[in-house]
């Protein structure tokens, strides 16, 4: 029987629980242009890539929101956290 590494599922969990609340809150949040990485609107630069260009649509950040939300492995970062070390 295949089963997913407690971290990894954890991790999945904790993912999935911002996902939602960044669907829910989009105005809140923007969207790196260079990365994609979710940031709060407040962020000047991007705290990954330090990108300066940024999507402000909503619906962006709720389709980034959506795609993050089936990942355990972070192909963006900011808001949506890179996996913990430990
Ligand atoms: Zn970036």
Redesign the pocket.
């Known amino acids: 029987m295949k089963t997913v590494p407690k971290k990894f599922a954890d991790h999945a969990r904790y993912r999935r629980k911002n996902s939602e609340h960044i669907y829910a809150n989009a105005e809140d949040y923007k969207v790196?242009s260079?990365?994609?990485?979710v940031g709060f609107q407040r962020a000047p630069i991007?705290p990954?890539?330090?990108?300066y260009r940024w999507y402000y649509d909503t619906e962006v950040v709720k389709m980034i929101a959506l795609v993050t939300e089936g990942t355990v492995l972070p192909f963006t970062a900011?808001v949506a956290p890179r996996l913990r070390s430990e």
């Open positions: 790196c260079n990365c994609l990485s991007c990954i890539c330090h990108s900011g």
